[in-house]
Each structure stands twice: as structure tokens, then as C-alpha cells.
């Protein structure tokens, strides 16, 4: 065993006998020269309490049980109070004293030694004691550690959050189109995001995306992503074009062979006329009095993956009235106790209960529906709504 450090492992002795000392400084004279224990001494309770005030660093009490000032069942209550579980205690009195051994036993001492002491066997202790110690100090490491991690992550939810559009009334002077959206994170962060933004007077960018993995890594991508697909859009160009720009420049920056799974469209909020690219995304529906259908897949590919291809725009015409409902799959894909999926049928069956409702309705509704529908089970996915309304001119 090697416990050796600059100085050695710490080790307090409390103990009236005046010989102790330098009994202990000659049997563990190599100990000592090879900087594995460092001894410090004390001859009662008080000033062991001194000494550890001295020296936080003590991992190891070795104290007799009679003494006076402070006896060692009163230091062992002391020691408890500090509750630092990084300090042990290890009781050495004679073995008539077992009625009180017992009781510092019971009372939370680590170990015991009794007099007259076998120094072979008090060290076999402290070593056992020390390796006891070292994984309750790296067990609080790795504690801390996570508690920072945790920390961080944190942050990074807040950050994440705060990218995301919350306010959804950016736009009170166009009467001609309503929009809503919300996203849940299975883990602090996540990799699905939603935005959107005026291209210009007229038209309404809007966009839904999920990118492979969780975590950080998915969250990071995940940022990028928005990013370039907004600063892309609101340029102005077609819906095709902006996605394969942003998607050429995420092949050239992907890692870990991540990749991005987006619905984009354009709004003509004069027209209802609808602009589009489904690049490997989950169809959206479109709502209205008479029911619901997807929107045809336009069979682009995820973004991220293959550099330099081409992207394929859908039109579609939208009516006064009508709804466009923007979902990953993580609604569909969300498992319930019995791992039973949300699914398909289950979320249309939801939606044309709420046909005629204003999209935050129907947007806070299916999250309430998926909620019900996994009870305890653990979210596996990220969960990302976004809807869009156009109500024409007339409204």
C-alpha cells in the first residue's frame, strides 16, 4: 500500500501516556521517513479538538478512552457534530474497558485496538482505516464533481431556453397569422429546437428541428443548427436554397456524425401560400373543419450528412381558418410504462378533437395528452410542438 503525499497521510493520537509518542516515532520510523503517515499527537479531548482545527487535513483519530479534561466518549460525540465523513475514529484502550468500546462503537467509532497495543496490528488498522478513508475522499470528489457538472448543465438549460422564441405575439400589426410553440427536454439540455422570425413584411419563416443524440453534444448542434438556419432565412432566399446552404456549411463542421432532422417553411401571410423543405423530419399535418392530413414528404435527407445535394420545395395553399401542426418524435416515440408508444393514430385522434381551437390550445393540450399517456416512465426524447395558423384577410 502507498499512501505516500508531500507530507503523509495525517494521523492524530490522543492518549495521556507520556511514552506514547515516542513509542509510535520508533516503531513507524520508516513510515514516517517515507512520508506515508504523519503523526500528530495530543494527551486529551480538548486539545485533540485544537489540533484538528489546526489540522483539517487529519483523517485518522487514534484516541484512548480515559483521559483527563476530555475523555475519549465525550471527543467521539465532538467528532460526530463535525459530520466529516472523512475523518475516522479509532478507539485504543485496554481490553477491561470493553463495556466502553462498545459503546464508542456503537456511538460511531471506525475500529478498535486494545492495550497493551500489537503495533503489527495497529498498523494492518490504520491501512484499512486509510483505504476506507481514500474512497470516502473520492466518493466526495466525484460528488463535487457532479454537483459542478450539474451546475453547468444547468446553465446551459437556461441558456438553451432563452434561445428559444417564448414570446409569440412578436408581431401584433400581422393580424393574418397566429403561431405557437413549446419544447420539453428529456434531459437538461436537449437537441430539438423551433424558431421563427419575418423574412419581410409578408413573409413568416418558421422552422422545427431534431438533432440526432441527447445531451450536450445534440445541444450543441442543436444551437448551431437554429442558428445558421435563421441567419440563412431571413435573407430571404427560397426555402431549398437556405437549406442547402446551412446544410453544405454542417457537413463541414459536423462531428461524431451528427445530423439534423428539419421541417422549413415559408409563410406568405398575404397569400396563405406555404413554402417548404422536409429534409428527413416527421410530415406535418394540416388542420382544418374537416379534418386533418399530412403534408407530403418532399424525400430530402437529414442535413449534416451528405455535402452538395439538392432539396426539393412543397407548396402548399393554405386556406383562412387552416392549421399547420409541427412535431418531432418525440410526441410519437414517447413510451409509457408498459413501453407502449404515444404513436401516429393517437396523436390524429388527438388532434381532430381540437380542430377548431387556437394553436396554444392545441399545442398545450397534446403535451398534456403525452404526459397523461407516459405516467412515471422516464421521458426518452425530446418533445417539440410548433403550429401555425392563417387567417387571411378577412380576419
Do not use: W
Not at 193 to 215: E, H
Not at 275 to 290: I, M, Q, R, T
Amino acid at each position: 500500500m502507498n499512501y505516500s503525499s508531500q507530507s503523509g497521510f495525517k494521523i492524530l493520537v490522543v492518549d495521556d501516556e507520556i511514552d506514547l509518542e515516542s513509542l509510535i516515532r520508533q516503531k513507524f520510523r520508516r513510515q514516517i521517513r517515507d512520508k506515508v503517515y504523519d503523526f500528530v499527537f495530543a494527551v486529551n479531548g480538548l486539545e485533540a479538538l485544537a489540533k484538528i482545527l489546526e489540522y483539517p487535513e487529519i483523517g485518522i483519530v487514534l484516541t484512548d478512552i480515559n483521559m483527563p479534561e476530555m475523555d475519549g466518549l465525550t471527543l467521539l460525540a465532538k467528532l460526530k457534530e463535525l459530520k466529516n465523513q472523512g475523518l475516522k475514529t479509532v478507539i485504543v484502550s485496554a481490553y477491561g474497558d470493553m463495556d466502553n468500546i462498545r459503546t464508542a462503537m456503537n456511538r460511531g467509532a471506525y475500529d478498535f485496538i486494545t492495550k497493551p497495543v500489537n503495533f503489527e496490528d495497529l498498523e494492518i488498522t490504520i491501512n484499512k482505516t486509510i483505504d476506507e478513508i481514500m474512497q470516502i475522499r473520492r466518493s466526495m470528489e466525484e460528488h463535487d464533481q457532479l454537483v459542478f457538472i450539474q451546475h453547468d448543465l444547468n446553465i446551459a438549460r437556461e441558456i438553451q431556453q432563452a434561445i428559444l422564441p417564448k414570446i409569440f405575439s412578436l408581431f401584433p400589426e400581422k393580424q393574418n397569422f397566429d403561431l405557437y410553440a413549446s419544447m420539453v427536454a428529456a434531459r437538461e439540455v436537449g437537441g430539438d429546437f423551433y424558431d421563427f422570425f419575418m423574412i419581410d413584411d409578408n413573409r413568416l419563416g418558421f422552422v422545427i428541428g431534431d438533432v440526432s443524440g441527447k445531451g450536450v453534444p445534440a445541444a450543441i448542434f442543436m444551437a448551431v443548427s437554429r442558428t445558421l438556419i435563421r441567419a440563412t432565412g431571413i435573407k430571404g432566399v427560397s426555402a431549398s436554397d437556405c437549406m442547402r446552404y446551412v446544410n453544405k456549411l454542417l457537413c463541414n463542421e459536423s462531428v461524431a456524425s451528427m445530423f439534423v432532422t428539419v421541417f422549413y417553411g415559408i409563410l406568405d401571410s398575404t397569400t396563405g401560400e406555404v413554402e417548404f423543405v422536409n429534409a428527413g423530419h416527421n410530415p406535418p399535418y394540416l388542420l382544418n373543419s374537416k379534418g386533418i392530413r399530412k403534408l407530403e414528404i418532399t424525400g430530402d435527407t437529414v442535413l449534416g450528412v451528405f455535402d452538395d445535394i439538392t432539396f426539393h420545395p412543397g407548396k402548399i395553399e393554405m386556406n383562412p381558418g387552416e392549421k399547420l401542426f409541427l412535431y418531432t418524435d418525440g410526441v410519437t416515440e414517447a413510451f409509457n410504462n408498459q413501453e407502449e408508444a404515444y404513436g401516429e393514430e393517437r396523436l390524429e385522434s388527438l388532434l381532430k378533437q381540437y380542430l377548431e381551437q387556437p394553436v396554444d390550445t392545441i399545442i398545450k393540450e397534446t403535451m398534456e395528452s403525452v404526459k397523461m399517456y407516459v405516467d412515471e416512465a422516464p421521458q426518452s426524447d425530446d418533445i417539440t410542438l410548433l403550429s401555425v395558423t392563417f387567417y387571411g384577410q378577412g380576419r
